[in-house]
């Protein structure tokens, strides 16, 4: 579970609509802000997404299949964008 | 705004092009595609347009897929900002020299001027027509004419407009480099960042580097207004002192409490010692502030610094492009919080909720709008934090 990850989960944020699943399925990693979206809730990293531990990658693919606006992703952790 | 003389860009506007010829010589074709590549690499060259990315990575990771696209980026949505319109109508010439040595060096076979509708896209149309005629260019070049909104520059957003969708920002999860304009790699550059390319093709690297810092070569163009006595766009080495700066907009018009630096996305910095900082990413970083696409604004002593920036802060809450959750509410709250404070609500609360809401909305958007507006606020909190303080017991310390 403290495995460092190779995934990292992003919101597409021009798409989520704070339905919440996502902070249900996966409460380790998420909770709500106070209008309803997503927020990492250990900070993200470079890229902005949130790094997935190993052990919950599992739980995160559950979260992204859940999502009902698809604006969940689970990619390879990028470096910053430009 | 008004245009001096001052740099080796400067030196080489050239309104049509017979003079553009005269004055800079044939366009520099390299030979085929990645040529002009250790050039650029070895001159230093960043981008212009604020986020000063090295152009020959830029250059590279494009070239390097198949059916690249071009774009010049003059959409210059920074309303503080006058260089990408000056360079459009002075110089628009040096602008599709670079970009068409940019199509060269990547292999693309498509190039657009993405410019805000009015006189910077109508004198970039005027021209094309006559560069075609003579057989000046090589590549074709297509302008598009954007609406003038804070986020129409942004790079996801030149993609969507492209692509013949609004000009807002998109999510990404390929690098626009990599898979931008209908999938296929997209360079965009500012068209500042070309028309030095353009010089650089010409000149070479060395004469490119012996303006700026050694690990910030070059000119830039800057564009200096508030409280100076020649508003305008001005040309100065990278790490000229931000005073020197203000110095080439013929000088403050009284003394001054602070300035912003690189523009509404940019940071305050308090005028001592901030006049004395070098205008380079290195030495600005520090101050959690950046160049920018060179963005200087004066505050005269007496102007209150938090009502300045609860102006701008509600400008960047009218411009969210109002597509995602945490800038769609975040901004508007930010913008009405720090209006309570500028206007002398003392409530302690308001500093706390402050830092929650800029905490909040930072790095979570499809662009950096937020991000920039986060940079913004905070660096206001630290510059005017003698205002904060008087302004939480009901004074004002500009207001005196």
């Known amino acids: 579970m403290n495995e460092p990850g190779t995934q990292e989960l992003r919101v597409d944020w021009t798409v989520c609509a704070g339905n919440g699943l996502c902070t249900e399925l996966l409460p380790e990693l998420l909770e709500r802000d106070p209008w309803g979206y997503p927020l990492a809730r250990h900070g993200a990293g470079a890229g902005g997404g949130v790094i997935v531990p190993a052990g919950l990658e599992g739980y995160a693919r559950r979260a992204v299949a859940a999502c009902p606006r698809l604006a969940l992703h689970l990619d390879p952790v990028q470096p910053r964008r430009s | 705004m008004t245009r001096r003389s001052g740099g080796p860009l400067t030196a080489a506007f050239a309104p049509d092009l017979a003079a553009h010829e005269h004055r800079s010589g044939p366009l520099p074709w390299q030979g085929g595609r990645g040529r002009l590549l250790p050039a650029v690499e070895a001159s230093g060259l960043t981008g212009r347009g604020g986020a000063g990315f090295p152009t020959w990575r830029k250059l590279t990771a494009v070239a390097s897929g198949s059916r690249p696209v071009v774009v010049a980026n003059g959409a210059e949505g920074e309303p503080a900002s006058a260089k990408d319109l000056t360079l459009l109508t002075h110089a628009p010439h040096l602008v599709l020299d670079g970009l068409q040595l940019a199509a060269e060096a990547v292999g693309s076979d498509r190039a657009y001027v993405y410019a805000k509708a009015g006189p910077g896209a109508d004198a970039v149309r005027r021209v094309v027509a006559e560069r075609v005629t003579r057989g000046w260019d090589r590549y074709p070049v297509e302008i598009i004419a954007t609406p003038d909104t804070f986020l129409a520059g942004e790079e996801s957003a030149i993609v969507a407009r492209l ?52 690990a910030e070569p070059g000119t830039f163009l800057g564009t200096v207004s508030g409280a100076c006595a020649t508003p305008g766009v001005v040309e100065a080495p990278l790490g000229l002192p931000v005073g020197e700066l203000v110095g080439l907009a013929d000088g403050p018009t009284g003394p001054l409490a602070a300035i912003l630096v690189g523009g509404y996305h940019g940071a305050w910095l308090p005028a001592d010692p901030g006049c004395r900082i070098p205008m380079s990413r290195e030495a600005l970083a520090s101050w959690g502030a950046s160049p920018g696409a060179g963005v200087v604004i004066a505050l005269p002593a007496g102007t209150c610094g938090l009502d300045a920036t609860a102006r701008i802060a509600g400008y960047l809450a009218e411009q969210s492009a109002r597509q995602c959750g945490p800038c769609l509410n975040g901004l508007p709250a930010i913008a009405a919080t720090l209006r309570r404070l500028a206007d002398g609500t003392p409530d302690p609360e308001l500093v706390a909720r402050l830092d929650r809401l800029v905490a909040l909305v930072d790095g979570r958007g499809a662009c950096r709008h937020p991000d920039g507006t986060s940079r913004l606020i905070r660096s206001a909190m630290r510059t005017f934090a003698g205002d904060v303080a008087a302004h939480l017991h009901g004074s004002c310390l500009e207001a005196a």
Do not use: D
């Open chain 2, 163 to 214: 692509e013949g969708r609004p000009a807002r920002p998109r999510h990404r999860r390929r690098l626009i480099v990599e898979a931008g304009v209908r999938g296929r790699p997209t360079l965009v550059q500012n068209v500042e960042t070309l028309a030095h390319l353009a010089l650089i093709a010409r000149y070479g690297a060395a004469w490119f580097r012996r303006l700026g810092t050694p």
